[in-house]
């Protein structure tokens, strides 16, 4: 099955009226898909706000070990 696909402009009222006329099950379907593309947005502004150069992975690990060190001291001294 060969399927087509056409452009056409559409006010955000149109949009409104064709998605009122959707099954329940059909606008919980567009509900899901458009909060993927929402969450996808996010992600990738959350990805580039907390992308660094100065970051490698020996910096990670010296870290985790000192959060390590200091979680052991305190459970020792309790």
């Known amino acids: ?19 009122k006329q959707l099954s329940k ?23 580039k706000a907390f992308k660094t150069d100065d970051l490698d992975q020996s910096t990670i690990d010296k870290e985790v070990e000192k959060v390590r060190t200091e979680l052991y001291a305190q459970s020792k001294a309790k």
């Open 25 to 47: 099950k059909e606008k919980m379907r567009l509900s899901k898909e458009l909060e993927k593309e929402i969450i996808d947005a996010k992600l990738t502004a959350l990805l």
């Open 1 to 19: 099955m060969k399927t087509e696909t056409y452009n056409i402009d559409l006010e955000f009222s149109q949009i409104l009226k064709l998605v």
